[in-house]
């Protein structure tokens, strides 16, 4: 299983970030997958999932400005970030969690694979 993230960078307050995950050696069909970030110095934060069905969750801190997605034909997972803000500052890392289809949650323990991560930037 291979995750692999991009489309990281430097925004400035008020912009948008796309993040973009390949994801390659599982079907899309029956997981569920997610976005973390982990800002120095704080712990890991699940910010928005997505199961196999397309229900989505998401932390209280991006709804209404981060927005998950999937490509099933592409094997890939998406998060439109806008709106963003200085403390959005992290490295964000794809998850997968392959046992658990719909009802995904943001419990990083509940996810078995995790890519190296990118990293955004956010300056005023």
Same mark, same amino acid.
Not at 6 to 15: N, P
Not at 80 to 92: E, G, I
């Given at each position: 299983?291979?995750?692999?993230?991009?489309?990281? $960078?430097? &925004?400035?307050? +008020?912009?948008?970030? =796309?993040?973009?995950?390949?994801? *390659?050696?599982?079907?899309?069909?029956? #997981? %569920?997958m997610?976005?973390?970030?982990?800002a120095?110095?704080k712990?890991?934060? $699940?910010? &928005?999932?997505? +199961?196999?069905?397309? =229900?989505?969750?998401?932390?209280? *801190?991006?709804?209404?400005?981060?927005? #998950? %997605?999937?490509?099933?034909?592409?094997?890939?997972?998406?998060?439109?970030?806008?709106s963003l803000?200085?403390?959005?500052?992290?490295?964000?890392?794809?998850?997968?969690?392959?046992?658990?289809?719909?009802a995904?949650?943001?419990?990083?323990?509940?996810?078995?694979?995790?890519?190296?991560?990118?990293?955004?930037?956010?300056?005023?």
């Amino acid at each position: 299983v291979r995750l692999e993230e991009s489309g990281g $960078g430097s &925004a400035q307050t +008020g912009g948008s970030l =796309t993040l973009s995950c390949l994801v *390659s050696g599982l079907s899309f069909r029956r #997981i %569920s997958m997610a976005w973390f970030r982990q800002a120095p110095g704080k712990e890991r934060e $699940g910010l &928005a999932a997505i +199961g196999s069905d397309g =229900t989505t969750t998401y932390t209280d *801190s991006v709804k209404g400005r981060f927005t #998950i %997605s999937k490509d099933t034909a592409m094997n890939s997972l998406y998060l439109q970030m806008n709106s963003l803000k200085v403390d959005d500052t992290a490295l964000y890392y794809c998850v997968v969690d392959p046992w658990r289809s719909w009802a995904p949650t943001l419990r990083p323990t509940d996810f078995d694979y995790w890519g190296q991560g990118t990293q955004v930037t956010v300056s005023s």
